[in-house]
């Protein structure tokens, strides 16, 4: 079934909040911002001392296996910034999201977090890039940490990327739910001109819930598509389930806005 009246009213808008921003930077100017080439895939580049970035995101999960109207359409709003050489910091300044499923109907506020990335390689002026990252996260009945190894390659107009990343969450009452995740991604983006991009993203998953035997792997993947020019970016990915995890959405949309200054 599709997703519920509200939800898709909800996330049309966010949308047309991103189409507005990455309109706004085909029109700003000519030239090349800091932008993200990938939405599920993070890069090795970070923001110089004293660069700032506020970043709007939207993602929509939509259907499951175990629930064809499942719907989830989440929202992040988080401002990085470079703290010394080769140190970025970002702060979340709210994960929240719309939700309509079987279980649950409406609003609600996740967790709002510290984000941490140690470059030790520029892929702009080394062979490759190479960065550490760390996020630290709490919310309402809810902690947890992702540690992250990136890893970038430039090769003319062509951006690849891999990130191998472990996940620690704490929830529920005294915190006693406990879940780990490891995941895999990839991405490879080819820029077309000055102004846009084009690649795809694949990432792999394994949960690991009360921190024991693993559940089946979830692979999704598909294309993106960024416009970078002048200050303004936006970047917008779609990703296909193509394994049967029935408790994993079929399909998710992750639209980032970028602006920096």
Not at 112 to 117: I, M, T
Not at 125 to 131: D, E, R, S, T, V
Not at 136 to 147: A, K, L, N, Y
Request: proline share 3%; aromatic share 12%.
């Amino acid at each position: 079934m599709p997703m519920s009246k509200r939800a898709l009213s909800i996330m049309l808008l966010a949308c047309r909040v991103v189409a507005f921003g990455v309109g706004g930077s085909i029109l700003a100017s000519v030239c090349f911002a800091d932008q993200r080439h990938f939405t599920f895939v993070y890069e090795a580049t970070i923001e110089e001392p004293g660069e700032f970035e506020l970043e709007n995101w939207v993602t929509g999960q939509i259907r499951k296996g175990a629930d064809h109207s499942f719907s989830e359409i989440d929202f992040r709003h988080e401002i990085e910034f470079g703290v010394i050489d080769r140190l970025q910091a970002s702060i979340y300044l709210a994960d929240w999201s719309y939700v309509n499923s079987k279980e649950n109907n409406g609003f609600a506020f996740s967790d709002a977090a510290l984000e941490l990335v140690y470059q030790i390689y520029n892929p702009e002026k080394a062979p490759f890039g190479l960065a550490f990252y760390e996020e630290i996260e709490g919310g309402d009945r809810i902690f947890g940490s992702e540690s992250k190894l990136i890893v970038q390659k430039n090769i003319g107009p062509m951006v690849l990327a891999y990130n191998a990343t472990l996940e620690t969450v704490w929830q529920g009452k005294e915190l006693a739910e406990r879940e780990a995740k490891f995941q895999q991604s990839i991405g490879a983006s080819y820029e077309l001109n000055r102004c846009i991009s084009i690649g795809a993203e694949l990432v792999h998953e394994l949960a690991f819930p009360e921190w024991s035997d693993a559940e089946r792997p979830v692979i999704s993947g598909g294309p993106n598509v960024s416009v970078h020019c002048g200050k303004w970016w936006g970047t917008l990915t779609a990703l296909a389930q193509w394994t049967r995890a029935r408790d994993e959405p079929d399909v998710q949309l992750r639209a980032i806005a970028g602006y920096s200054f």
